[in-house]
Structures are given as structure tokens and as C-alpha cells.
RNA sequence: GGGUGGUUUCCCGAGUGGCCAAAGGGGACAGACUGUAAAUCUGCUGCAUCUUGCUUCGAUGGUUCGAAUCCAUCACCACCCA
């Protein structure tokens, strides 16, 4: 079996331009393969994950891969968030966001001057000094407004009240040439993203094609990983879940996965874990009560790819220890408090609300309220309870069902 | 550029002088039930020194005993016409 049949059991892959072409090039290793980062934040979060392993089974099949990190739409910004700040990003920081990611994708992938070794490129380095009427007339006349209008991503935002500026809609050229310039730099053949970015895509064949008269650029979408309710994958109250665990805690990543929805388990351990198909076949039939160990698994081999064995260890034995009894407690979640904060004692709800289980005290006196919140085991009630030094020597607290962190003090 | 409508607590959205910390829904959070799932039910949802006090309804200033509600100016947004 190739990879690309792989990847189609595994269920990534959406829409292809040319199955037949795609699947050679891919399984006879000779893609150059491109996909697109824009560098909003200064680490990578699960929405990316995806993008990332499959970059990783393509290279580990001999293809070489392209980051592409959009130094330069990323500049802008996408204009339709309401009044957000993301158009004050600055060269530094959109340089500063592109090393972490570099950082972070060389976990997945290997980076160097080998044929098989990935590249990492920032469309700032040619869109910055774009002169708008050069671009116009080499780029801007490939496009006709009537078909863009036709696809999809555009559509939607002609519905919607705010309609869609030219920006957005010059997104799409942006995008294109992008393709372009990697075909023509870079040797580049083939470009992967989003199945929502499947129009711009097709864009960038088509300006290839028009431009040089050459047939040989394909585009292929990964399909976007929902949850069952249909909304995105990743996000937590929080906000989304990070790789940089600094941002995301192992642990927590851990927990996040050992939490999804029954109806995704499969799924995710499909499309995200490197385990053999073989191995993950058996699962499908895994129902009820079972699908806890498929979620255990899930949850242990993703940490494990973006932490490190240790520390899949680690999230998984704190678990255990936490939700199932006999685990091992050296390794829960630790929160530590300084002398000074407990020199006069401190109060329950300071303490939840240091810990991050409540934003304000109020939020905390109302988990506790309503018998919420358990100390070492023992339900927590007066709002007032007030807490020494010595209290801390073993000092678990639990907030709802699942939050618990070991306090300490230093 | 002209006309009209709008800006409300996390989101949608009611409120058009006192009964408004502000209906209803969504989401979030907590409880029950469970499998660390989903669904369901219940509670809860501005802040704090919490039977009380303080600060909110785009911004500023004004009218009034009293304003989210009335007036003025400014800012922003949407729709229609150019």
C-alpha cells in the first residue's frame, strides 16, 4: 500500500485535482509539497496538528515539504474579525511567531539541505515589495471576477451582512501567486490546505497553467477535522489548545483528547496518530464503556508525538491517579503559592482563583456554592475557609468534575 | 457623497424616564445521572469587604429629584441611492 492509499483510509484527504497524477507523484516520493501557516499567534495549536503529521507520513515517504509561513498576508490580517487587534502585528512579531513555529514543526519535521528535507519560506520575502500595478497586470488579468463569485468561500461571505471587502477577495490572487512563485523558485508541484481553502487552491493551478502553460501544479485538501456537532476541533473555553506547552500544558493536551466527543475517537486517532491502520481497524468496532481505552489511546500517542514519551507518561499516570485511583500522584498538575501569599493564611477562593479555575472571585464562590469544589476529598463550603502553611504539606484541590492541581507552597 | 436604521452585560437579542444589574435564548460554569462520552434534568452567569455596597447599556456633555431609555456633539457599523 502507498502512502497515498494510506492517507485516503485514514480519511484525509478531501478533494484532489488529478487523483491519478497526485497518487504517483506522492507515492514515488517526487512531490514538493507546499502548505500555508499564517503566523497570527507564536505557536502552533491543534487546528494545525493535522497539517503537520501529514507532512510528516509525506516526507517520511520521500517527499519534500514546504512551510510556507504567510509573513506577508499576515501583515494585514484578516479583515473580518470584528475589533480585534490583528492588523497591529509587526514585522518583529510576525518574525518572532515564524521562529516558534519553525521550532515547533521541527518536532514532525526534518529540516536541511537534503532532497527529502523540508524548506521553510515567508511569502513576506516576495509579497511585501509587490508593486500593485506590476501585479495587477500579470496576476489581476488571469481572474475573472464572475467565477470567483461562483466559489464557494465567497459565497458564504456575499450572504453575510458585512458582504466581503476586496481584500478578502484579493486573498485569493495573494494565495495564488503564492503557488506560483514556489512552482517557479522552488520546483514546487503540489499544494495542500484546508478543504476550505480548496477555491484558492484551484486558483493558483490555474494561474501556474496560465502563466507558463504548464499542467503539471496540483492541489490536494485535507479534510477539516470536525467534531460531531459539526463545530471546530480544538477549541476549549480557553481558547484553543496549543502545542507549546508552556501555552497548553502536557497535561492538559492530554486531558483535551482523552475528552473528545465517543463519535470522534476513531476518527481523530485516524487522522492524527502515526499507528499502523492494521492496529487501529479493530477499534472501529469498539463501542460503550470500550471506546475509554480508545480514547486513552488517542490521548497517550498525540501528547506523545507533541511532548515526548516522558511526558505522555506523566499526563497519563496523573490521570490515572486523578479519575481512576492508583495512579501515581508525583505527577499532577502542580500550582505552588510563595510564603507571602500564605503568611496570614489564605482564603479558599483566592486559591481557585490562582489556580485558574475561576476568573474572578465571584465565579469561585459560586463553583463553591454549589458544592464544587473539594479539598483533598472533602467538599469545601463556607466561602471563607482560610488555609495555613500548614495545610499545604498535601493540598489537592478539585474545581467541578474534572480540574484538580496539587498546591504547594515555596 | 446623500438618505435611513443601528451601537445593551461572553454571543444573539428585549428594554423607549423610576418596579433595571437589565426579559428570553445560546454558550460557559456547577450539581444529579454516567463511561473523565453524549443526551437529559436542576442551578447559575457584572464586581467586591456578598442579607449590604460599587460600577455597567459606543464616547463625551446636558435636561431631570431620577436616564440604558430624552437632547446635543463625536466615533463606529449596517442597509438603500450615487
Redesign the pocket.
Known sequence: MGIYEELVERGLIAQVTDEAKVRELVNAGKATFYIGFDPTADSLHVGHFMALCLMKRLQEAGNKPVALVGGGTGMIGDPSG??DMRSMMTNDIIDHNCDCFRKQMARFIHFGEGASDAMMVNNADWLRDLNFMNFMREVGVHFNVNNMLRARAYENRMA????L?FFEMSYMLLQAYDFYRLYCDKGCNLQFGGDDQWSNMLAGSDLIRKKTGHDDAYAMTITLLTK??GTKMGK???GAVWLDPEKTSPYDF??YW????????IKCIKMLTFLPLEEIRPMESW??????E???IL?YELTKLVHGEQEAEKA?E???A???GGGDSANLPQMTLSEADVADGI?I?DII?KAG??????????????????VNGDKVDD??TVYEKKDFADFVL??????FVKVVVE
Open positions: 470584528r475589533t453575510r451582512e458585512g458582504g471587502t460531531s456537532d476549549t473555553s480557553g492530554y486531558q482523552r475528552n473528545v466527543d465517543d463519535g470522534d475517537v463501542e460503550g464503556e470500550k471506546l475509554n480508545a480514547k486513552d490521548a497519563r496523573a490521570s490515572k486523578l479519575f481512576a482564603g477562593l482563583v479555575f475561576a476568573a474572578t472571585k465571584n465565579e469561585a464562590r459560586r463553583a463553591l456554592t454549589q458544592g464544587g469544589v473539594t466561602p471563607k478539585k474545581k467541578g468534575k474534572k480540574k
